[in-house]
């Protein structure tokens, strides 16, 4: 697990969308908060969201639902550096 980790925090400096996947249960959402928790902790939390669609606030899954989020993130929370957004269970967005 602490090479996937460190694979995710290397992919940070590129401009990449970087995709965790695997068996249910394997500890995916955990790496995810891992890496946020972390980077947080020095880029600033402005800098970094961490977004689960498993959430029960989030009724209606689209692609606009992700914009949304974004554009939120972005505005609200005003990121001073390159933000990181990083989205759990986004396989249930259809589209």
Partial sequence: MMLLFFILVCNLKSNVVVSVIGVRRAGKSFILRQVARK???????????????????????SPELLNTICEAYLEHLNPAKKPLLLVDEIHRVKG
């Fill in 39 to 61: 980077i947080s902790k020095v880029w600033g939390k402005e800098n970094v969201a961490f977004v689960n669609l498993e959430d029960v606030r989030f009724t209606e899954l």
